[in-house]
């Protein structure tokens, strides 16, 4: 069952949080230049993104099952790139997109998201945040809401009587 959460909640966030952020910087393009949207997307789009996974996996407890929600949440981000595409284009396209030019580009999500980041300047925190969340999968920077385990050799934490 815990699974089955992982698999809805984890991807839908994913999605909405990092074309989200892509769109918001987007509407802001035009005051920026090149070089700051790039530079924010790339950076921004990978903490919010490393930052909303940790504090789910927290809030959700889903710790024993860490790598399956980093993967669900990068697994909605690339499989929501083409609809993000067709959103945007939809919105702000001069020109009518067929059927079967939707489709084409739901079929190829991989590739087209790849696209629609390159397109969008997005490529950078695409690939980071993707890395990111490998990373944070695997528990090497720690696991979300589990306190640090005491290494062999430690001193064990204070008690609050030799705090005097």
Do not use: N
């Not at 690339?78 to 919105?91: A, E, K, N, Q, R």
């Not at 990111?132 to 204070?158: E, F, H, Y």
């Amino acid at each position: 069952m815990k699974r089955i959460f992982i698999w809805l909640v984890f991807p839908l966030a994913g999605a909405l949080l990092f074309w989200g952020a892509d769109a918001l910087v987007m509407t802001y393009r035009g005051t920026w230049s090149a070089a700051v949207w790039i530079s924010a997307k790339s950076i921004a789009l990978p903490v919010a993104c490393g930052t909303a996974f940790w504090q789910m996996v927290k809030l959700f407890s889903c710790q024993s099952r860490l790598m399956t929600a980093a993967m669900a949440m990068a697994t909605g981000i690339w499989v929501s790139g083409p609809f993000y595409f067709l959103l945007f284009h939809l919105s702000f396209g001069e020109r009518h997109m067929s059927m079967g030019e939707m489709l084409f580009h739901i079929l190829l999500f991989p590739l087209a998201t790849l696209t629609v980041a390159l397109f969008s300047g997005s490529i950078g925190g695409l690939v980071i945040t993707s890395a990111l969340l490998g990373l944070l999968g695997t528990g090497w920077l720690g696991v979300p809401g589990q306190p640090d385990i005491i290494k062999k050799g430690d001193d064990p934490p204070a008690t609050p009587s030799e705090h005097r």
